[in-house]
């Protein structure tokens, strides 16, 4: 009996000594992670401190901002045409919609002196629009290499893409800005979005509704197959219709032509082509009326003074998002491992180079670098 008891004891006596060391291991490790832990978080960096605050949300029917556009991954920029790498040989057809126009034309002919065997052949839309939709959709039915495009690539063109076995991709390479000209003796401070789109849908059409004279609003827009009025349809208008007092004119030229004749007008499109000229007045908009952003460097040139200095863009409003009615410039590949889409990547570094850059600027883009 007595030996049975001691035994009990002896047993007891050991799983309370094995509890009281697996207790001690445990307790020694979870210290130990505890330690490591602490170590960890003191030398890594507070990552919410390096996280921008997400931008508030735009207001119901106004544009969204080009803030911050997306960069290319080039880190270090290359200065001239011979310098880019990889330029693939071969002929490749392209289009790009009526803005491109002036960065085409010098573009082009550089990159055929560095680069011979990379053969660019601009080839017109097949449809009688002569815009991104119809850039974007030869480049979807293999009709090109690539597109240069004015407006994001579209969520039923991704769809659209995707049954055929690839996917697109934009590269930005430039910012666009539209304006708003009137005449130039019209007294108006400027704008805001909310005001510009119920002058285009027709619920404002006196001056004096804006804090103008009393004077009917004479409303022109440019033909409707453009991107300019597409961008300006979803941005400004919300996706609404115009308003059925709108005069659509076929051209820029004749639109600015009848414009600067007409006191009451109004009317918008590229940035650079309105900025610059002495018979039209660009205004200033804003998404509040307390805030409005000229896409002109401030003090304007009076009418009187501009034959021998322009108003020139302001950069700085575009870059930095505060202009409210921007866009970006992009060159649209098709990513399936060809040597179309080496040829539309090829395209995008040329632009992307210093001297890329330069063109795009000097003709009177934004660069975006």
């Known amino acids: 009996m007595f030996q049975k008891n001691e035994a009990g004891e002896t047993i007891v006596v050991g799983l309370s000594a ?3 060391i697996g207790w001690i291991s445990t307790a020694a490790w979870l210290f130990s992670r505890h ?3 602490k170590r960890s978080s003191e030398n890594e960096p507070d990552q ?7 931008a508030s949300p735009t207001q119901p029917n106004q544009p969204t901002p ?10 270090t920029p290359v200065e001239s045409f011979a310098k880019v790498q990889n330029v ?3 002929k490749f057809n392209y289009s790009g919609s009526a803005i491109w126009e002036p960065i085409r034309q010098v573009v082009e002919p550089e990159i055929q002196t560095a680069w011979p065997p990379f053969q660019l052949s601009y080839t ?3 449809s009688s629009k002569l815009n991104s939709d119809a850039d974007i959709d030869m480049l979807l039915k293999n009709e090109l290499a690539f597109a240069l495009s004015s407006r994001a690539i579209k969520n039923e063109e991704q769809q659209q893409a995707s049954q055929s076995g690839f996917t697109l991709k934009e590269i930005p390479v430039a910012i666009d800005g539209i304006a708003i000209a009137v005449h130039p003796t019209l007294n108006i401070p400027g704008l805001t979005i909310a005001q ?12 004096n509704q804006v804090g103008g004279p009393d004077m009917p609003i004479i409303v022109y827009s440019g033909k409707e197959d453009s991107g300019t009025i597409d961008f300006f349809v979803a941005n400004v208008l919300g996706g609404e219709s115009f308003g059925a007092n709108i005069e659509f004119i076929p051209t820029t030229k004749d639109a600015l032509e009848r414009l600067a004749s007409t006191t009451g007008g109004i009317y918008y499109g590229w940035a650079p082509q309105i900025v610059r000229r002495c018979d039209v007045k660009p205004l200033p908009i804003g998404v509040q009326a307390n805030e409005l952003i000229a896409p002109y460097k401030e003090p304007a040139i009076p009418a009187g003074q501009c034959s021998g200095q322009r108003n020139q863009i302001n950069v700085e409003v575009f870059k930095n998002g505060k202009y409210p009615i921007a866009r970006q410039l992009s060159v649209v590949i098709k990513q399936n491992g060809k040597e179309e889409q080496r040829a539309g990547e090829a395209y995008s570094e040329l632009l992307l180079t210093n001297r890329g850059q330069e063109i795009i600027t000097t003709a009177g883009f934004i660069n975006i670098r």
């Open 18 to 20: 094995l509890f009281i």
């Open 88 to 90: 693939p040989s071969g």
């Open 48 to 54: 919410t401190s390096q996280v921008k605050p997400s």
């Open 66 to 75: 080009v803030a911050s556009v997306a960069q290319p991954n080039q880190p």
């Open 35 to 37: 330690v490591d832990f």
């Open 196 to 207: 510009l789109k119920d002058i285009y849908v027709g619920k404002i059409i006196n001056w």
């Open 124 to 126: 017109q839309p097949t």
